[in-house]
């Protein structure tokens, strides 16, 4: 019967089950930077199926393949190194997302001398993928950025109110003390 009691709500001490902050912006991290590595993997695989085919119509394209292979390493190297601003440790994964987009929908559009063959071919099935895995490093990039600003906000105002509270000030102050902190 214990079960179905409500004794916890009655003590001091919270349920075990309940994350602290540190804990909770711990494990969210953690979640974002394995989805970031995942993605950035997948990226670097669709390229590397791609390499021979292309470096044999051409090769311009191909050593551009090779370019992005290297920057999905690094970046994601990066990520599983870590680092103390989400801005700088998402801004190349949302940055890489986005550049990629931006050189398959360029290839798409214009004849150039990396890509004359695929004007107008939206239909490749690796092309699809591809997009719509840079589009989710954008989207994880630009939501992991979101994130870590406001988890770094939120520790400053839950300190600065406790302090400013308990001296009995007002909330118009607690937040503008969380903006600076």
């Avoid at 998402?90 to 004359?116: E, M, Q």
Wanted: glycine residues 8%.
């Amino acid at each position: 019967m214990h079960l179905l009691s409500r004794e916890h709500e009655h003590t001091a001490t919270p349920p075990s089950a309940a994350l602290d902050h540190a804990t909770s912006h711990a494990i969210t991290s953690a979640i974002l930077r394995a989805t970031g590595i995942v993605l950035l993997m997948s990226l670097a695989v669709i390229h590397i199926v791609q390499l021979v085919p292309t470096f044999q119509q051409t090769p311009l394209l191909g050593v551009g393949y090779l370019f992005v292979i290297a920057a999905t390493v690094v970046v994601g190297a990066r990520l599983v190194k870590g680092h103390q601003s989400s801005a700088q440790l998402w801004l190349p994964v949302a940055a890489l997302g986005a550049a990629v987009f931006v050189g398959y929908a360029f290839t798409r559009i214009l004849s150039t001398p990396l890509d004359n063959q695929d004007v107008g071919n939206w239909a490749c099935t690796l092309g699809m993928a591809a997009l719509f895995v840079e589009g989710l490093l954008v989207s994880v990039g630009a939501y992991a950025i979101s994130q870590g600003r406001r988890l770094m906000l939120a520790p400053a105002s839950t300190r600065s109110g406790a302090a400013h509270s308990a001296s009995g000030g007002d909330g118009a102050t607690r937040s503008e003390s969380a903006a600076w902190n």
